[in-house]
């Protein structure tokens, strides 16, 4: 577990790196960063994680500075494809010079595993809202990967491990970072 604590921290350090440089006028420091970023996950995840590699980049005057994800929780799973999978649910990437942990809610969660004796991000999961209630109900995977690894069958829950508790105004966060899962 701790192994896969520290790769999360850095993999949304990274993220973090690669969405203020998007906004730092240095298209090669950006376009190199989000090949780093990628490297951290499986071929053909790139379009889960959101960002691209750009041609060029609006100049901004005053660039904008993203903060890291908080990491609320840990889960492990023992798992037949790839023994061990690790689940982090993280908030929302912010801006916020200061963000408070205990405000934000678990915003999405990426599944990691060892591939060629290595961690990768093998998959995100994300919160499903109801269009109707506007409330959110569950996950919705993003899974890409050769094994058709589904969210609901990740193996067996081995442990969890607790960083900060999420805030509950989404009425989801917190009963999810209160479950064996």
């Known amino acids: 577990m701790k192994k896969a604590k520290e790769f999360i921290l850095k993999f949304l350090d ?27 996950a499986i071929e053909d995840l790139d379009e889960g994680l959101g960002i691209f590699e750009e041609k060029e980049l609006i100049e901004e005057e005053n660039p904008t500075i993203y903060r890291p994800r908080h990491l609320y929780k840990i889960s492990n799973y023992k798992n ?7 689940v982090a649910y993280v908030s929302n990437i912010t801006t916020d010079p ?19 004796n290595e961690l990768k991000v093998i ?12 409330k959110v ?21 081995i442990s969890a491990e607790r960083y900060f508790e999420p805030g509950n105004r989404d009425d989801f966060s ?3 970072y209160l479950k064996d899962k």
Do not use: Q
Request: contains cysteine; aromatic residues 12%; proline residues 3%.
């Open 14 to 40: 990274k993220e973090a790196e690669c969405w203020t440089r998007l906004h730092s006028n240095d298209l090669n420091a950006f376009n190199n960063c989000v090949k780093e970023l990628y490297n951290m």
């Open 80 to 86: 037949e494809i790839y023994e061990n999978i690790f």
């Open 98 to 116: 200061d963000p408070d942990p205990l405000l934000g809610t678990i915003f999405e969660a990426f599944m990691i595993g060892e591939v060629e």
């Open 123 to 134: 998959g995100t999961m994300v919160r499903y809202k109801n269009r109707s209630t506007m």
């Open 137 to 157: 109900e569950g996950w919705k995977a993003s899974v890409y990967n050769p094994s058709d690894l589904d969210i609901n069958k990740l193996g067996e829950f």
């Open 174 to 176: 917190l009963e999810e």
